[in-house]
């Protein structure tokens, strides 16, 4: 690991002044335009947990159901859980370290993990559509390569499917293939085989809306449905095409203010994409 390197380029991803940040549950997240010094570090961060467990490791680029100005990132442990409590606070003090200290505290996370450094090291990255996710991706891929990480952008992802991913990988295909594809096979498959008794009653189908709150789920859902049984119609509604991300739709807006989401309409089931949140009718529940 080249120091020098990473400090020449953690410069130019500077912290902005007085920026003080925790890495909690959902990892970073807060305005878009004050997360890239914390993009570009946690791509070194990445780097030193994969040397440390010899695994993928993963580093998602997204704030969930945070409005659209809102970005985030988290990293995802080899076997797609969340980052350790203990890395959680090696996060938190390395986003939050002062440029003239950020060597420092590389040097003192190695020592206190025991990290190889000589160890190589692989990170797998995904993202949301928020148009600050692909700039940002790129600052966690710079500090993954400066750091002498190799790395594979699978680009726009669920937060489920990253998580997927590294745990395919680290478990070497066992699990299941490490693509989208992989991901649609194995989840519908298991989809269908839950619920195969409840799908028809008679000659009626279920059918059902849900509301993909403008964001990265109506992409992959889109996707996805062509898996599912033919007695299972799912229409998408808040799709992106003209509504905000998140924006009087979502999971979040539904538990929030306890009402079906913007161009609702009447059917047997809806449910949000960013979080089990389901209705029937005019009930929520």
């Known amino acids: ?165 590294v745990y395919c990988r680290n478990t070497q295909g066992q699990y299941g293939q490490a693509t989208t594809e992989g991901y649609y096979q194995k989840l519908s498959k298991a989809f269908v085989e839950l619920t195969k008794q409840a799908f028809c009653s008679g000659d009626k189908c279920l059918s059902l809306k849900v509301d993909c709150a403008n964001g990265i789920g109506a992409l992959k859902l889109r996707e996805m449905k062509n898996y599912f049984s033919e007695g299972l119609s799912i229409q998408l509604f808040n799709v992106g095409t003209t509504g905000k991300l998140n924006h009087l739709c979502g999971a979040d807006f539904v538990k929030s203010h306890q009402k079906p989401p913007q161009d609702w309409r009447k059917s047997e089931y809806w449910c949000c994409t960013n979080r089990i949140c389901k209705w029937k009718l005019n009930t929520v529940s």
């Open 1 to 165: 690991m080249d120091l020098d390197a990473i400090t020449k380029h953690s410069a130019l991803h500077a912290k902005p002044s007085g920026l003080i940040l925790q890495y909690g549950t959902a990892g970073f997240r807060t305005k878009a335009e004050h997360l890239d010094h914390v993009m570009f570090r946690m791509g070194l961060l990445a780097v030193l947990r994969s040397k440390q467990t010899k695994s993928t490791i993963g580093v998602m680029v997204t704030a969930s159901h945070n409005p659209e100005e809102d970005n985030g990132v988290k990293l995802v442990d080899p076997l797609g859980e969340m980052l350790a409590p203990s890395w959680e606070e090696h996060a938190t003090c390395l986003a939050n370290a002062e440029e003239q200290d950020v060597q420092r505290v590389l040097l003192d996370i190695s020592e206190k993990a025991a990290v190889d450094l000589q160890q190589d090291a692989f990170v797998v990255i995904g993202r949301d559509t928020r148009p600050s996710s692909e700039k940002l991706s790129q600052s966690v891929i710079d500090g993954i390569t400066v750091s002498g990480g190799q790395f594979h952008d699978y680009g726009l992802l669920t937060t489920p499917q990253l998580h997927y991913m």
